[in-house]
């Protein structure tokens, strides 16, 4: 059970001057840029989409395909691209529902499509500002800080530093549109867990609700949401982590006021890679689960709480894995939903876009927990790279494409009261332009 249960994780309306500090004003887009992971379609692409993951570390092919199971055992496919192509279609409706006249392009980290020929692809048809949305609701650097850098990477790399503008949304763990589809998904799974245990005559048996995310490096965990010039403490040790248990802890509470069902809870970790000296967050979920079960427990409510949609990690880790760990055990489990194109995930989104628009600007930003609304322009350093620095967008110590205004406490800084319009300095390579 996380200490955080016993805050207080109702929609929060108070301005909160640490993040307020990093609030853009609105702006006048000409299209949303939808950011994700990407994925292999085929057995063939395989070890080429692994070779995109792991660019600049070496790993030689034998390495990777003894890791390409899961995708292997899927046909070569990972469900990502399928997804983000139905999310597109259902921002695209949302989007004309309202009367935004906003197109979604798509690109993708680690395959086609990919961002630099999307942001070329962009240009050529016309566009000069873009509102990047990613596929990650979290902060650390492989959730935030890297699509940063691919952005000021493929600005760099296709010329268009200096002539396209990307801005990004921010992270919206706590939007009541990303929370509310595991409100109901857990209320589901919890209720469908009971039936399970009632039907094996245990109807009391005690249950656990684990909220999984993906597994980083403590030191990339540490880094996340910090900044030397304006370093921010967290209780649990990272911005990261903090945010989890604050999104579970609103779940919970949210859960038992309106269902009336109710089980302990704790925040697990799966998907870890990399040397096996390198210390990452932990407990793994299935070393969570043979511990519970060790306890006595009998049911297992599974929280894909850091995943926006059923991409591998979510299909192999969770479904295959963890469940047939739980069937292993004799457990009840059942794996909850994640957002993907839930009509109030699809509407969260449409209305991060709209809180940065001029046209059509939605001025409250909704948080249901006491760290957001989180940041759009990122602190200086935030969720570093410790492999080096590269360009970024989105940033107060941006490089590329925009700059932004310093926060308080730098030389000259200042922000625009909320609600009112102001100019934006901006630091271009090769020059210096006002928006």
């Known amino acids: 059970m ?40 085929g057995q063939e692409d395989v070890i080429p989409f692994l070779r995109n993951v792991t660019r600049g570390r070496g790993i030689p092919d034998e390495r990777l395909e003894e890791v390409s199971h899961h995708y292997r055992a899927n046909g070569g496919i990972s469900p990502i691209n399928r997804q983000n192509r139905e999310l597109k279609a259902a921002l695209e409706a949302e989007l004309a529902a309202r009367g935004i006249d906003l197109p979604v392009l798509w690109g993708n980290r680690n395959w086609a499509p990919y961002i630099p020929q999307t942001l070329q692809d962009a240009y050529d048809a016309g566009h000069r500002r873009l509102l990047m949305v990613t596929t990650s609701a979290y902060s650390c650097y492989s959730s ?36 509310e589809p595991f409100i109901e998904g857990t209320a589901a799974g919890l209720a469908e867990v009971r039936e399970k245990l009632a039907a094996a005559g245990t109807p009391d048996a005690p249950v656990q609700i684990l909220f999984a995310t993906h597994s980083i490096p403590t030191r990339d965990a540490d880094a996340a949401g910090r900044s030397e010039a304006e370093p921010r403490e967290f209780d649990e040790g990272s911005a990261y982590v903090a945010q989890h248990l604050a999104a579970a802890a609103a779940v919970i509470q949210r859960v038992e006021e309106e269902s009336g069902l109710t089980a302990p809870w704790s925040l697990v970790y799966q998907s870890r890679s990399g040397a096996p000296h390198v210390p990452w967050l932990e407990p793994d979920i299935n070393d969570a689960i043979e511990e519970l079960a060790g306890q006595g427990v009998k049911g297992i409510v599974i929280v894909p709480l850091g995943f926006v949609s059923d991409h591998m990690e979510v299909v192999w880790d969770l479904d295959t894995e963890a469940l047939e760990t739980c069937a292993n055990l004799g457990l009840a489990a059942t794996r909850v939903p994640t957002p993907g194109t839930h009509r109030k995930f699809v509407n969260g989104l449409v209305e991060l876009i709209s809180e940065r628009t001029v046209a059509n ?10 760290l957001g609304p989180w940041y759009d322009v990122c602190r200086p350093g935030c969720c570093a790279n410790f492999r080096g620095e590269k360009p970024t967008i989105a940033g107060a110590d941006t490089t590329v494409g925009t700059g932004h205004d310093p926060y308080p406490g730098e030389a000259g800084a200042g922000r625009p009261a909320p609600g009112q319009a102001g100019t934006v300095q901006t630091g271009v390579a090769g020059g210096a332009t006002q928006q």
């Open 144 to 179: 935030c800080r890297q699509y940063r850098e691919d952005i000021g990477m493929a600005l760099t790399e296709t010329g268009l530093d200096g002539r396209l503008e990307v801005d990004k949304v921010r992270q919206y763990f706590d939007h009541p549109g990303f929370v």
């Open 2 to 41: 996380s200490p955080l249960e016993a805050r207080e994780p109702a929609e929060v309306t108070a301005v909160n001057p640490v993040t307020e500090a990093g609030r853009m004003a609105p702006k006048n887009y000409d299209a949303v840029l939808l950011a994700s992971f990407g994925g292999p379609e």
């Open 361 to 370: 600007n939605i001025s409250a930003r909704p948080a249901v927990t006491a």
